[in-house]
Structure formats: C-alpha cells, structure tokens
C-alpha cells in the first residue's frame, strides 16, 4: 500500500505549481505550496501513509463534518435540515449571495460556511468555549487521536480577516434564520476550523465514516449508521464546493476539503483515503491532493459511482 499511495503522491506532484497556497488568512500563507502528503486506513484500523507525512495542516472546512454529525447526533435531522438545505451549490463556499436571493433564506447545505455557522448556532452548549470543547472531542473520537488542538495562532488569524463570515453570521440572524450571540457562534467557527491534525488522523475520520461510524482503530462507536450515511451523502454532493460535480466525475467517492489544503475521503464499507496539500486550486481545493486521490482511486478501484 506505502508503494501505492508513494506513486500516486509522485503524481499529485506534478501540479503542484499550478496551485497557491490560500493567503486571505495570514498563517495559512506561511504553508509549504510543495508539501504533499497521503494516507489510508482500512477498516481493520490499519493505517500507511507516503510523501509529506510530517506536514500538519487545520482542518478549515473538513471541521464542518464533525460539528454536522455532532448536530445530527444531539439535535436529530428534522431540526437541523429545517434550518439548512442539502443542496448542492453552485457558487464560492463563502459567498452571501444565493443566501440573499434565495427565500426562505436558510443555507444551501451544510458544508458551506453560511451553513456550518448555523449549525453550530443549533449546538445546546451555552458559549463557544463549550461548543469548541465538544467539536474538538468529536473529531478526536473520529481520528482516535486524543492529542489534537486548536492552532492558536490559525485561529487569531482567521478572527483578524474574516469579514465575509461576519457578514454571514449577520444577515442569518437580520433574516431570523439564525439565533444567538453572532460573535460567539462566529468564535466557535474560528476555533473549530483551526483545529490541527495530519494527514493520518484524516485518514483515520474518513474510516469512521467508512465504517458506519465506528473508528476502526479504537472500536467506539462516534455516529449512528445513519448519521455517518447522511455525513457521507453530503461529502458526495457538496464536499468540495463548486468543485463537487468535477471531483464526483475524476476520483467517484465522498470527500471533504479545506482551504488548509486537507481532504478527507471515505469509502464505505472499505477505507478512509486523505490526502494534505496547501496548494489549491482556483475553487479552494488541493490541487496536488485531487491528482492524488484520482490516481488513487484507479489504482485501488476506489469509486462508488
């Protein structure tokens, strides 16, 4: 498997180049553009992992797949898909205006960053550091990693330049979708995002999910069956932003990306498959890291589609 995973991030390599580190956030512009990095766990909790290994990246976005299964586990589904969609969308993961046009006006889904902070509003937890606290366990239960942070430092960053999220967080409560303390909530959402981890622990949360929701390394149960059915339902449809349809077509199993250059992918019933790589391409994706996977999921016959 090493073997593997070593000539499909040889591959990832090659575009590299074509790719940017994300630098809207001040510390993610510090990342290596030329780390490359893959992992895999079967669901025997045996974990191989090849390239950049040492590399450790923030989840960003890939965070918004624990608070989701965190809100499905404590809320239930019909609560929170009355407040957000599960529909694909065409635009940015940051943009306001579909939220604007579109009435009622509730997110597309959950994994865009307008839908991520309203599901972490509907957390029963009484301030951010008790919200952050339970998401930060949540994917520590899915990695089997005890030891994952938060990036101080990544967090402060994203609180300094994040203007469009505040203009998120706001127009949902001007419109009444949203309730709570906006900068709070938006707190939690900085921290989450910032939580660190490498490519293993990646690979790790993509077996959870691949397994039903149990963690293949520590045999405890994280999600229900059908949470981590509805997780893996929506890292299908909307798990790379725009770029969802176009990853569906070239690698054809559920994933999860971030800006921080992660992606997180699961196959049911057989593996978590990560990739880390922080440079992106135009739509926020890791370039390197989708040549990767697609390389991956030919060689391991990988699609569910």
């Given at each position: 498997m090493e073997i593997v995973l070593g000539e499909a991030v040889s591959i990832g390599r090659g575009v590299l180049e074509q790719g940017a580190v994300a630098t809207y956030i001040p510390e993610l512009a510090k990342s290596d553009p030329m780390a490359l990095a893959a992992a895999y766990c079967g669901l025997d909790g045996r974990v191989c992992s090849a390239g950049d290994t040492g590399t450790m990246i923030t989840m960003q976005s890939i965070s918004k797949v624990a608070s989701l299964g965190l809100a499905l586990e404590l809320c239930g589904e019909e609560v929170v898909f009355t407040r957000v969609g599960?529909?694909?969308?065409?635009?940015?993961?940051?943009?306001?205006?579909?939220?604007e046009m579109r009435a009622p006006h509730r997110p597309q889904n959950p994994l865009i960053n307008s839908g991520a902070i309203l599901v972490l509003s509907l957390l029963p937890f009484?301030?951010?550091?008790?919200?952050?606290?339970a998401v930060l366990e949540t994917?520590?239960?899915?990695?089997?990693?005890e030891r994952l942070g938060?990036?101080?430092?990544?967090?402060a960053s994203e609180k300094e330049t994040s203007d469009r999220n505040r203009s998120l967080g706001y127009f949902l409560r001007s419109v009444e979708a949203?309730?709570?303390n906006v900068d709070d909530i938006l707190d939690s959402y900085f921290r989450q995002c910032a939580i660190e981890c490498s490519v293993e622990d990646l690979a790790v949360m993509g077996a959870t999910l691949a397994g039903g929701g149990v963690n293949p390394m520590t045999r405890e149960r994280v999600f229900s069956r059908r949470t981590a059915l509805v997780l893996r339902a929506l890292m299908m449809t909307c798990g790379l932003y725009d770029g969802s349809g176009d990853f569906a077509v070239r690698v054809g199993f559920p994933a999860k990306s971030g800006v921080g250059g992660g992606i997180m992918g699961s196959v049911a019933g057989r593996a978590g498959v990560a990739v880390a790589g922080p440079a992106l391409d135009e739509r926020g994706n890791s370039i390197g890291g989708i040549r990767t996977l697609e390389e991956l999921s030919k060689s391991l016959s990988l699609r569910v589609l």
């Amino acid at each position: 498997m090493e073997i593997v995973l070593g000539e499909a991030v040889s591959i990832g390599r090659g575009v590299l180049e074509q790719g940017a580190v994300a630098t809207y956030i001040p510390e993610l512009a510090k990342s290596d553009p030329m780390a490359l990095a893959a992992a895999y766990c079967g669901l025997d909790g045996r974990v191989c992992s090849a390239g950049d290994t040492g590399t450790m990246i923030t989840m960003q976005s890939i965070s918004k797949v624990a608070s989701l299964g965190l809100a499905l586990e404590l809320c239930g589904e019909e609560v929170v898909f009355t407040r957000v969609g599960v529909e694909p969308s065409a635009d940015p993961f940051n943009s306001i205006m579909r939220l604007e046009m579109r009435a009622p006006h509730r997110p597309q889904n959950p994994l865009i960053n307008s839908g991520a902070i309203l599901v972490l509003s509907l957390l029963p937890f009484s301030g951010s550091s008790e919200r952050v606290a339970a998401v930060l366990e949540t994917t520590r239960r899915m990695s089997g990693n005890e030891r994952l942070g938060v990036n101080q430092a990544v967090a402060a960053s994203e609180k300094e330049t994040s203007d469009r999220n505040r203009s998120l967080g706001y127009f949902l409560r001007s419109v009444e979708a949203m309730e709570g303390n906006v900068d709070d909530i938006l707190d939690s959402y900085f921290r989450q995002c910032a939580i660190e981890c490498s490519v293993e622990d990646l690979a790790v949360m993509g077996a959870t999910l691949a397994g039903g929701g149990v963690n293949p390394m520590t045999r405890e149960r994280v999600f229900s069956r059908r949470t981590a059915l509805v997780l893996r339902a929506l890292m299908m449809t909307c798990g790379l932003y725009d770029g969802s349809g176009d990853f569906a077509v070239r690698v054809g199993f559920p994933a999860k990306s971030g800006v921080g250059g992660g992606i997180m992918g699961s196959v049911a019933g057989r593996a978590g498959v990560a990739v880390a790589g922080p440079a992106l391409d135009e739509r926020g994706n890791s370039i390197g890291g989708i040549r990767t996977l697609e390389e991956l999921s030919k060689s391991l016959s990988l699609r569910v589609l």
